[in-house]
């Protein structure tokens, strides 16, 4: 199991390289620190850390801002806690996230998770890139 605890100001260096080595259109610094207030979770192993997931509640529906594992720790479950993990803190009975179609890897790792696609959202990122809304709606327990 993955260690996974909340983000404290000190863990932001390290986000933001996990960042930048996971997206072509990274988060500046300034948005961590922005969602330090929000559910921003770490998850750590050894003495790095592995990835991070930032998650806010509307409503009933949970939305994913972000999430990205370290390229050295990833296909190891490390995602998939994290989600497990802000699903469990933040429950609702939808939880969302907007993926860019060119994160293939991405489009792959959501629906493992029962994650579906929802709908595309036209030129909604700056470059004017479409997103891709998946979904994953909470099952009777």
Do not use: W
Not at 20 to 34: D, E, G, I, R
Not at 52 to 66: A, E, F, N, P, Q
Not at 100 to 109: D, K, M, Q, T
Not at 112 to 128: C, D, H, M, S
Request: proline content about 8%; some cysteine.
């Amino acid at each position: 199991m993955t260690p996974i605890r909340d983000c404290t100001p000190a863990d932001l260096p390290e986000v933001v390289v996990i960042e930048q080595q996971s997206f072509n259109h990274p988060y500046p610094l300034a948005v961590f620190t922005k969602y330090l207030r929000a559910t921003f979770l770490v998850a750590e192993l050894g003495q790095r850390l592995a990835g991070y997931i930032i998650g806010i509640k509307m409503g009933d529906k949970t939305l994913i801002v972000s999430l990205a594992v370290h390229p050295l720790y990833r296909r190891r479950g490390v995602g998939a806690s994290l989600v497990q993990r802000l699903m469990e803190r933040l429950p609702s009975s939808v939880t969302e996230i907007q993926v860019r179609p060119s994160n293939a890897a991405a489009l792959g790792f959501y629906p493992t998770l029962g994650f579906e696609r929802k709908q595309v959202i036209p030129r909604y990122y700056a470059n004017g890139e479409d997103a891709v809304v998946m979904v994953r709606r909470r099952g009777p327990e």
